[in-house]
Nanobody, 127 residues
Framework: QVQLVESGGGSVQSGGSLRLSCVVL????????MSWFRQPPGKEREGVAA???????IYIDSVKGRFTLSQDNAKNTLYLQMNSLRPDDTGMYYC?????????????????????WGQGTQVTVSS
């Protein structure tokens, strides 16, 4: 059974940085496509960034140039480095995994495309 455990959230001021981590238990990270989603208060969950099993990445426009995905296969951990944070980045951030997902340029990752989910880590950015 695959388990995803997120950490690294917190409260920062606008312009600050955070690095989120997602430890994958029960399978090899290198054999999964991975994604980060976020859910702002009162809004739908949206895909922020994803990396597929071929190593192709995608970011939504609002985070391009500020957020960076990386992974350490030896630690079975996915990271999301978030720089120049803004108040509209506030939300619960979720790590997601799926063995079938493939990045399609121009198409943000969708919730229905991922079968395994973590419990989330809260990110709050104040102005």
């Amino acid at each position: 059974q695959v388990q995803l455990v997120e950490s690294g959230g917190g409260s920062v001021q606008s312009g600050g940085s955070l690095r989120l981590s997602c430890v994958v238990l029960g399978c090899m990270l290198s054999r999964r496509s991975m994604s980060w989603f976020r859910q702002p208060p009162g809004k739908e969950r949206e895909g922020v960034a994803a990396i597929d099993f071929d190593g192709q990445t995608i970011y939504i426009d609002s985070v391009k140039g500020r957020f960076t995905l990386s992974q350490d296969n030896a630690k079975n951990t996915l990271y999301l480095q978030m720089n120049s944070l803004r108040p509209d980045d506030t939300g619960m951030y979720y790590c997601a995994a799926d063995w079938r997902y493939k990045v399609v340029p121009g198409n943000a990752p969708q919730r229905r495309e991922f079968g395994q989910w973590g419990q989330g880590t809260q990110v709050t950015v104040s102005s």
